[in-house]
Each structure stands twice: as C-alpha cells, then as structure tokens.
C-alpha cells in the first residue's frame, strides 16, 4: 500500500469491504446449519415408534444406505477433521443424523 492520506483511505475501505466478506460468510455458515437440519426433517418419519417418539426415517434402508454412502463419496476424509469446511460439516451433521434414526422398515 501507498503511504499517506491514498494509502490510508485503500486500507480503511479494504478493512471495510473484508468486514462485509466475513459477515457474509458467517452468515452463509449460519443459513447452512439450517438447511441441515431442514434436510433431516424432511427425511423424518411422521409416525412415532411403540415409545410415542418420532424416531424414523421415510427411507428404506436401502435408501439410506444408499444416501450415507454417497455423502461419504461426496465427502470422504473431509467429514472428519476436527473443524471441516462448513459444507462438509452440514453433510457430517446429516449423514450422522441418518444413522441414529430407523429406516422405514425397521419401525413396523
């Protein structure tokens, strides 16, 4: 950067366009969590089990087999570091939520 009043005003207005990036960007995150769980509500079975809980999936268990694998593909190793990017963290919290419900034909 130029030293002086130009310089200055570049450093300032730069400040002020990466403070604007980084709230975008915290909002982004914050949208994804969201949808995440949008996702798994959308994949939850309106039935409760024997207990009175909604513990389900509308998948087969094929299906979600099927959809676990294929995040993982998406995915791999990413899903696991301990801070992951926050689009491989919403596919973590999803495919980690699929495995703690029952599939369909699992809850007759």
């Known amino acids: 950067f130029a030293r002086g009043a130009k310089g200055e005003a570049e450093a300032a207005a730069l400040a002020g366009t ?3 990036l980084q709230g975008r960007a915290s909002f ?3 949208m994804g ?8 509500a959308s994949l939850m079975s309106d039935r ?4 009175g809980h909604i513990s389900g999936t509308t998948l087969s268990c094929s299906e979600k087999t099927s959809l ?3 995040i993982e593909g998406a995915f791999g190793t990413d899903l696991e570091p301990p801070n992951p990017a926050p689009e491989a963290a919403q596919a973590r919290s999803i495919r980690d939520n699929l495995k703690i419900l029952k ?3 699992e809850q007759k």
């Open 18 to 20: 990466m403070a604007k």
């Open 28 to 30: 982004v995150d914050r």
């Open 33 to 40: 969590d969201g949808t995440a769980m949008m996702v798994i």
């Open 48 to 51: 409760p089990d024997r207990d």
């Open 68 to 70: 676990t694998n294929q």
């Open 103 to 105: 599939c369909a034909d």
